[in-house]
């Protein structure tokens, strides 16, 4: 089967990728000319673990092959997929759909076959019919069924997860749009994956509401923690009593800076914006983005602290070791590190920073951080570091050389990689998140 994917960013590239090695003819399609002439070169526009090769292969087989042109890649595609980017509108929070449209109209513009388009974006309740109204509106004569089918892939992780889903949702009525779909995902099907079909609205909110859970999960331990701090608990004993119930689950129930990334905040907030426009209030949700929000800041006052306080911390430096919102990427969009650097700049602090993959797209977010190509560099004459991401490089530092290299041995582990214990026996000041 022929497939078009529009939009050949973290979600588009990696999915083209992985239906050209189910078999199908892919193109990916991307109106950023450099990203495409990079892929024609081989060169990936992104950092994810396992990509290049799987993209090398399957253009090497000829089943994946990249453009801008939008008409030539969707000619005689039977499944047009929208992978384009969903992200929080200036000002008010709700999703800016604006892309999605755009591409809806350029499809039925320049659609000259039957298709089935797919909204893989992750779009709130209601889009699909939008984009459905959009493509009847260019006067478009051919067959078109629009069905929903969010994706659930992680950053970092997004191969294994493309290929071996929890679950795949797709929502539609119609029943060419089942069909397509079935043969789409056939692959898939036969690995047992489960398919889930449901309405198209459904689908739509089967994306905000599983992201919202899982952001609502982070920060309910990350409350727990402070309550452990105060109390004189650990956090990490009380999330794997808590999690062994199989009822609530271990994951996502590890402490830390808050979450960040490119989906959880713009998506629980365009989920607070579709409740209140339907009237139908997600408090739980709202207080979820408030306690997030101020806690990405409260970490700059956790190392501020550490430093001596706020008048101490004045003209010191501090090395942040990890950048990005997680590790195995290279995203920056809303990674905690940039609000706790903004928080430390703020007070004075002179900050230095490393990170394995995320630097490039760092520089720009955080101006006034020294940017260094190792962990030791950024470590050298620092009053504290701070582990901001739990990227396995932070995870066996070489603690002499560290204390070498520091002025002072004062590590904040903002992901509890460490055990306090250890980091106190060989001399540290540790402090970590709600273990005491
Ligand atoms: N990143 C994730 O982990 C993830 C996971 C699940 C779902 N999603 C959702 O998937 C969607 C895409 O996210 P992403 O992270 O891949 O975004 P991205 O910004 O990495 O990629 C979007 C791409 O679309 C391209 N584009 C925009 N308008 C276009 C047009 N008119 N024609 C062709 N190309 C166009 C951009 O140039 C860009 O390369 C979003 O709705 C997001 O919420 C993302």
Avoid at 222 to 233: H, M, P, S, T
Avoid at 340 to 369: F, T
Wanted: with cysteine; proline share 4%.
């Amino acid at each position: 089967m022929k497939i078009a994917m529009v939009g050949s960013g973290y979600v588009g590239l990696v999915s083209g990728a992985c239906f050209a090695d189910f078999g199908h003819e892919v193109v990916c399609i991307d109106k950023d000319q450099s990203k495409i002439d990079r892929l024609r070169e081989g060169v990936m526009p992104i950092y994810e673990p396992g990509l290049e090769a799987l993209v090398e292969s399957n253009v090497a087989a000829g089943r994946l092959s990249f453009t801008t042109d939008l008409a030539e890649g969707i000619a005689g595609a039977q499944a047009i997929f929208i992978a384009v980017g969903t992200p929080s509108r200036r000002g008010d929070g709700h999703a800016d759909l604006s892309f999605v449209n755009a591409v809806a109209r350029e499809v039925g513009e320049k659609l000259a076959n039957d298709a089935v388009v797919v909204t893989k974006s992750t779009v709130p309740v209601g889009t699909g019919d939008e984009v459905e109204r959009i493509i009847a509106e260019t006067g478009c004569n051919h067959r078109v069924a629009v069905v929903s089918n969010p994706e659930f892939l992680r950053e970092g992780a997004a191969i294994g997860d493309f290929k071996r889903p929890d679950r795949i949702v797709i929502g539609t009525d119609d029943d060419f749009g089942r069909e397509v779909m079935r043969e789409v995902y056939r692959p898939l099907f036969l690995n047992e994956s489960p398919i889930l079909f449901v309405s198209r609205r459904s689908a739509e909110l089967i994306k905000y509401a599983a992201n919202a859970f899982l952001a609502t999960k982070i920060t309910f331990i990350n409350e727990i923690a402070d309550l452990c701090e105060k109390v004189g608990a650990n956090v990490q004993d009380v999330s794997r009593g808590v999690g062994m119930d199989n009822r609530i689950g271990s994951k996502f129930l590890h402490a830390g800076p808050g979450y960040g990334g490119s989906c959880f905040p713009k998506d629980t907030l365009a989920l607070l914006k579709t409740a209140e426009d339907y009237d139908s209030p997600i408090r739980i949700v709202e207080a979820v983005v408030k306690v997030n929000d101020s806690r990405k800041r409260a970490m700059g006052r956790k190392v501020i602290d550490a430093l001596g306080g706020l008048d101490a911390a004045r003209g010191k430096k501090v090395a942040l070791l990890g950048l990005t919102f997680k590790p195995n990427t290279d995203d920056m969009r809303d990674s905690p590190s940039i609000a706790i650097a903004q928080a430390l700049g703020d007070a004075g602090v002179e900050v230095a920073g490393y990170d394995p993959e995320g630097m490039e797209q760092a520089a720009p977010l955080m101006p006034d951080v020294q940017m260094c190509k190792t962990p030791y560099e950024a470590i050298e004459g620092a009053d504290a570091l701070a582990i901001v991401t739990e990227w396995d490089a932070f995870r066996a530092l070489d603690l002499d050389r560290v204390k070498a290299l520091a002025k002072a041995p004062v590590l904040v582990d903002l992901r509890n990689i460490y055990k306090p214990d250890h980091m106190r026996a060989a001399g540290f000041t540790y402090v970590s998140v709600g273990r005491g």
